[in-house]
T-cell receptor
């Protein structure tokens, strides 16, 4: 049971390039989230998904697209990367309902550090 | 969405208790109060959560005010490893043919632990 994994861990892009970040979870959870975190700031929600085949916009969705074709995977795409998208990206997959949290379960991925030149 | 307010930073000494406050005056009846922390260069990790009653686990205690408009995360004996940003968030469930909820974070409280 790996929890939440993210690939890649690091990436450097040039302005205008595209890429896809992959988040995978093996906990059979319905909910998955993508956040970005900039220096000195908290986490800002980009997009989220409440189940396979569904996605919804968060606080800062512009410039990003997502897909949830399989329950265990949540993909975040940058079609045309911009320097403003330089950030650390975190994926999270908490249990379906708050009451189902298991105390020692961690459901944030380790992060992807993206630099756009 | 309901908003939480936390101090930007707090300082503690090692081995002493720490009380991290959070105000959530617009909390609704179905909002759960969650606490997470983020160690340097890591993803956030779950600490504790509660609804109405105080909660204890091996990491911390959560004290919830009777009117639920504020809560306090209590670290009974701070260690250097507890230095982190602590986030208090509310998880709200919207019922629309299922359960939907956003999970939004504020800036949190930066806890410094002095040796």
């Amino acid at each position: 049971n790996a929890g939440v994994t993210q690939t890649p861990k690091f990436r450097v892009l040039k302005t205008g390039q595209s890429m896809t970040l992959l988040c995978a979870q093996d906990m059979n959870h319905e909910y998955m989230y993508w956040y970005r975190q900039d220096p000195g700031m908290g986490l800002r929600l980009i997009h989220y998904s409440v189940g396979e085949g569904t996605t919804a916009k968060g606080e800062v969705p512009d410039g990003y697209n997502v897909s949830r074709l399989k329950k265990q995977n949540f993909l975040l795409g940058l079609e045309s990367a911009a320097p403003s998208q330089t950030s650390v990206y975190f994926c999270a997959s908490p249990p379906f309902a708050p009451g189902l949290f298991r105390r020692n379960e961690q459901f944030f991925g380790p992060g992807t550090r993206l630099t756009v030149l | 969405d309901a908003k939480t307010t936390q101090p930007n930073s707090m300082e503690s000494n090692e081995e002493e208790p720490v009380h991290l406050p959070c105000n959530h005056s617009t909390i609704s009846g179905t909002d759960y109060i969650h606490w997470y922390r983020q160690l340097p260069s890591q993803g956030p990790e779950y600490v504790i959560h509660g609804l109405t009653s105080n909660v204890n686990n091996r990491m911390a205690s959560l004290a919830i005010a009777e009117d639920r408009k504020s809560s306090t995360l209590i670290l009974h004996r701070a260690t250097l490893r507890d230095a982190a940003v602590y986030y208090c968030i509310l998880i709200r469930r919207y019922y629309s043919g299922g359960s939907n909820y956003k999970l939004t974070f504020g800036k949190g409280t930066l806890l410094t632990v002095n040796p």
